[in-house]
C-alpha cells in the first residue's frame, strides 16, 4: 500500500514571497502520477499541478512549480510570488497506474498567505 | 463545463432520518466518486462508479447507500446514520476509472447529524 506524508501541518508566508510545501510517499511502484490539490476555505478542491514518475523534467504551472525527487520519493510544491488567494489547504496525492484512477491523498498543509 | 455541482449546499439530519445527497455533472465523465471529508482532515474514499456500475466499496457502513441512474447523476442515500458522520461529503468525477485522469470535485454537502 501507498502512503503519503506531509510533514509541515500549517504554514504561514508573506505576500509576493516564495514557500515550499513539502510531501514524501512511500511506494514499490515503478510508475505513478502524483498530484498537488488545492482546498481554499469553504471552496471546492482543484488541481494545482501533476507529474508523472516517468519524466525527469519538474512540472511548472504559473507560479507552481514541483521538485520531484524520485529515488528520495520526495514531490514537493514551490509557489512563487504568493498572493492573497493561494491561501488554502494543500493535499498531496498519488495515484498508481491502472488501478482504477484512484487517489491516495497526504494529511494536508494549511498555508496562510498574510498582506 | 468543467464544473461539479453537488446539492444541497448543507444539510442537517436526525439519526431516524432519511435524506439524500445529489451530484451532477455534464463533462461526459464516466466514473464518479464519493468521498468522506473530516475538518482538517484529507478526503476519504467511499465509493467508485465506473460506467454506471459500482466498481470500488471502500467497506462503507450500509447507511449509506450510492445510487448511480445515468452517466451524470451520482447520489447518496442516507438513512440511520450517527453523529459522527457528520462531515463535508465530496462528489468527484474523471473522464474514465483507468486512471491516470484528474479528478474533478464539487463543492461538497455539509452534514449534520443531530
Known amino acids: 500500500a501507498q502512503t503519503v506524508t506531509q510533514s509541515q501541518p500549517e504554514m504561514s508566508v508573506q505576500e509576493a514571497e516564495t514557500v515550499t510545501l513539502s510531501c514524501t510517499y512511500d511506494?514499490?511502484?515503478?510508475?505513478?502520477?502524483l498530484f498537488w490539490y488545492k482546498q481554499p476555505p469553504s471552496r471546492q478542491m482543484i488541481l494545482v499541478i501533476r507529474?508523472?514518475?516517468?519524466?525527469?523534467q519538474n512540472a511548472t504551472e504559473n507560479r507552481f512549480s514541483v521538485n520531484f525527487q524520485k529515488a528520495a520519493k520526495s514531490f514537493s510544491l514551490k509557489i512563487s510570488d504568493s498572493q492573497l488567494g493561494d491561501t488554502a489547504m494543500y493535499f498531496c496525492a498519488f495515484m498508481k497506474t491502472n488501478a482504477g484512477n484512484m487517489l491516495t491523498f497526504g494529511g494536508g498543509t494549511r498555508l496562510m498567505v498574510k498582506p | 463545463d468543467t464544473e461539479v455541482t453537488q446539492t444541497p449546499k448543507h444539510l442537517v439530519m436526525g439519526m431516524t432520518n432519511k435524506k439524500s445527497l445529489k451530484c451532477e455533472q455534464h463533462?461526459?465523465?464516466?466514473?464518479m466518486y464519493w468521498y468522506k471529508q473530516k475538518a482538517k482532515k484529507p478526503p476519504e474514499l467511499m465509493f467508485v462508479?465506473?460506467?454506471?456500475?459500482?466498481?470500488i466499496n471502500e467497506s462503507v457502513p450500509s447507511r449509506f447507500s450510492p445510487e448511480c441512474p445515468n452517466s451524470s447523476l451520482l447520489n447518496l442515500h442516507l438513512h440511520a446514520l450517527q453523529p459522527e458522520d457528520s462531515a463535508l461529503y465530496l462528489c468527484?468525477?474523471?473522464?474514465?476509472?483507468?486512471?491516470?485522469?484528474?479528478?474533478?470535485f464539487g463543492p461538497g454537502t455539509r452534514l449534520t447529524v443531530t
Open positions: 462508479y465506473s460506467y454506471e456500475k459500482l466498481s
Open positions: 511506494t514499490s511502484e515503478s510508475n505513478y502520477y
Open positions: 463533462m461526459g465523465h464516466r466514473a
Open positions: 507529474q508523472e514518475a516517468y519524466k525527469q
Open positions: 468527484a468525477s474523471s473522464p474514465g476509472a483507468g486512471g491516470p485522469y484528474e479528478q474533478y
